[in-house]
């Protein structure tokens, strides 16, 4: 094996060991909070998706949400004949 220089990324000859460049503990943190905040935004927009289907179907008429669905059903080519 040979070793890895930190500063390059480059391989050193004759060395037979891999010096792994470490991460600080700052960028571990800031991984794990982009990670976290990423996370939060997603859940929070599924959240809001779901309301406002709920809502909208809620509101409609019968015969709206079924034609809808029914549309639906043909958009994504799902018998239903």
Request: net charge positive.
């Amino acid at each position: 094996m040979q070793q890895i220089s930190q500063q390059t990324g480059a391989a050193v000859p004759g060395s037979s060991t891999i010096v792994v460049k470490s991460m600080t503990l700052r960028s571990i943190v800031l991984r794990f909070i982009a990670l976290r905040q990423s996370a939060i935004v997603q859940i929070f927009g599924a959240i809001l998706l779901g309301m406002i289907m709920l809502y909208g179907v809620g509101f409609a008429s019968i015969d709206l949400a079924h034609n809808a669905a029914h549309d639906g059903r043909h958009a994504v080519a799902f018998p239903c004949h």
